[in-house]
């Protein structure tokens, strides 16, 4: 026997894996609650870690950056890419995002998995 409602689904002998999301240090509860919680935890660690590069601020340049990095296996974020902004403010955006602190890696199958955002 295997704990089904953890990594899967068994269903007239056939396995459906179940993609676990990376969780965040102090999240806990249900897979939907996790996942509530990293969500919440994101965005107040984006909204407290953001520092206004200072030309940027006193040149009183604007921008929306988006950043895409990955959740490796072992839980650290990796950056993909950053677009949109100018460089001031895509570098305080990088450096934001890298400053998230190591997760619970996200799961496939009951093995680590790399998860993107």
């Given at each position: ?76 974020v ?8 100018n ?28 998860i993107?955002?």
């Amino acid at each position: 026997a295997f704990a089904q409602d953890e990594w899967g689904d068994l269903k007239k002998n056939k396995l459906t894996m179940k993609e676990i999301p990376a969780v965040w240090p102090g999240c806990s509860g249900s897979i939907a609650e996790k996942d509530t919680c990293f969500n919440h935890q994101l965005s107040k660690h984006i909204m407290s870690n953001f520092t206004y590069p200072t030309q940027e601020y006193k040149k009183n340049i604007q921008g929306r950056v988006v950043v895409k990095f990955k959740i490796n296996t072992k839980g650290f974020v990796e950056i993909k890419s950053v677009t949109g902004g100018n460089k001031g403010l895509q570098e305080a955006a990088k450096t934001n995002i890298l400053k998230i602190p190591q997760l619970i890696p996200g799961m496939m199958g009951g093995k680590p998995r790399e998860i993107n955002m």
